[in-house]
């Protein structure tokens, strides 16, 4: 049993090969109206309603294979069937009319079958009863209709050229068969690993992203204890210090130390961490990395100068962006993005633009990426939305200056 890619794939070139058929049909019966005058004796006006009887019948049998009803499985092969049995039962007659087996048009039968194997994909066994009706058909009409003589050389000819022209048509049907069907599983294969190729970096990627947002996690979540912690400690010293006396430095000492003691512990967890990267740097390194995928078109649209931010900031952008990136791979099914940076008036603009999934977001999520980008956002005082664009959407991040960082 054929695959059903491949019977899909066999229906779609009958869609395309019944009504091509049904047109050279119509051309052939027109056409060789001349040729009808080469034989003595003939009643010309017979041989000319024939043929536009015939042609007629074809051109209404493609013109339904061209309609929604005519395009559908069953009745594209009922079409494609009667207009190559109505051909070959024509031709037939168009024999018996000049002079039986003697006449040349027997010959048409065998480009019947020819043109039948090349145009329409049939199934063997379909090829086989298609074909074999037309040459029953023929060789009753030569002997019962027509009269000819069984052991006549010309029945004999026509019979054994018929039959010849029978068993080619078959072979060459079950040869272009096989080659189809070598086609189109070796693209399934090759269609399979190359999903199996874009699964695996996709997860590795994936995998690369969860566990630097894990360690940027860490890190926040260090900052944000050490944040309460020392902030709390801190506030109770100043707030001794302002005491007009002191009458116990023990509480005082025990703050302090503890303060002290927390400040080294971060710093020995932060000692030897790298700078973080300046923005134009975040966004050229996310820009190869999605060209290195070798799926995307990706343009990066970036100001002359540096735009300055914070540590914090760029640490945290960095991280939205790669959440984002990473649901964006996943889930958007998109062929090109254009990502981008300006500063102006004070504030900095960064977005990320797919050109598939529209969808619209407010920057708020109750989990999720979604709703860690919105914490990160929160975070460095920035904001964050998504909005539909030209047929996809695009990511836009809006954060404070330098100085307004830093103040927050």
């Not at 058909?137 to 054994?160: I, K, P, Q, W």
């Not at 048509?169 to 599983?185: K, V």
């Amino acid at each position: 049993m054929a695959p059903a890619g491949f019977t899909q794939e066999i229906h779609r070139a009958l869609q395309k090969g019944v009504p091509a058929a049904g047109v050279l049909v119509i051309f052939a019966h027109i056409f060789f109206i001349g040729a009808d005058l080469g034989f003595p004796g003939i009643y010309l006006p017979d041989f000319i309603r024939h043929r536009l009887v015939w042609a007629a019948i074809t051109a209404i049998l493609t013109a339904l294979s061209l309609t929604r009803w005519g395009r559908n499985r069953l009745p594209i092969k009922i079409l494609g069937f009667l207009i190559i049995l109505l051909c070959g039962a024509s031709i037939s007659t168009l024999t018996r009319m000049t002079g039986g087996s003697v006449s040349p048009y027997w010959t048409m039968l065998m480009l019947t079958f020819f043109g039948a194997t090349l145009l329409l994909r049939f199934s063997v066994t379909e090829a086989a009863v298609l074909y074999l009706l037309i040459v029953l058909f023929h060789t009753g009409n030569m002997l019962v209709v027509a009269g000819d003589n069984y052991r006549s050389a010309e029945f004999l000819t026509s019979v054994f050229g018929i039959m010849l022209a029978f068993c080619v048509s078959l072979t060459g049907n079950w040869y272009i068969r096989g080659l189809q069907l070598s086609e189109f599983q070796s693209r399934q294969s090759l269609a399979e690993a190359n999903e199996q190729l874009k699964a695996s970096v996709t997860e590795l990627e994936y995998k690369r992203q969860q566990a630097e947002l894990r360690h940027l996690q860490n890190k926040l979540d260090l900052a944000n204890d050490l944040h309460d912690t020392v902030g709390a400690q801190l506030s109770q010293i100043a707030v001794m210090a302002e005491l007009p006396r002191i009458e116990a430095t023990a509480h005082l000492r025990a703050l302090a130390g503890a303060t002290l003691e927390n400040v080294r512990n971060f710093a020995h967890i932060l000692k030897g961490e790298e700078r973080v990267a300046t923005l134009s740097a975040q966004l050229k390194r996310l820009v190869h990395s999605l060209r290195a995928l070798g799926r995307y078109t990706v343009e990066l649209h970036l100001p002359e100068g540096e735009i300055r931010l914070s540590d914090v900031a760029l640490l945290n952008i960095d991280r939205i962006l790669s959440e984002w990136t990473a649901n964006v791979i996943r889930h958007a099914h998109a062929t090109a993005f254009a990502i981008g940076a300006r500063s102006k008036h004070g504030r900095t603009l960064i977005w990320f633009y797919q050109d598939k999934t529209p969808f619209t977001w407010r920057g708020t999520a109750e989990r999720g990426g979604l709703k860690s980008i919105a914490m990160r956002a929160k975070n460095i005082g920035a904001q964050v939305h998504v909005r539909r664009m030209q047929g996809g959407a695009i990511l836009v991040l809006r954060t404070k200056a330098p100085r307004q960082q830093a103040d927050s």
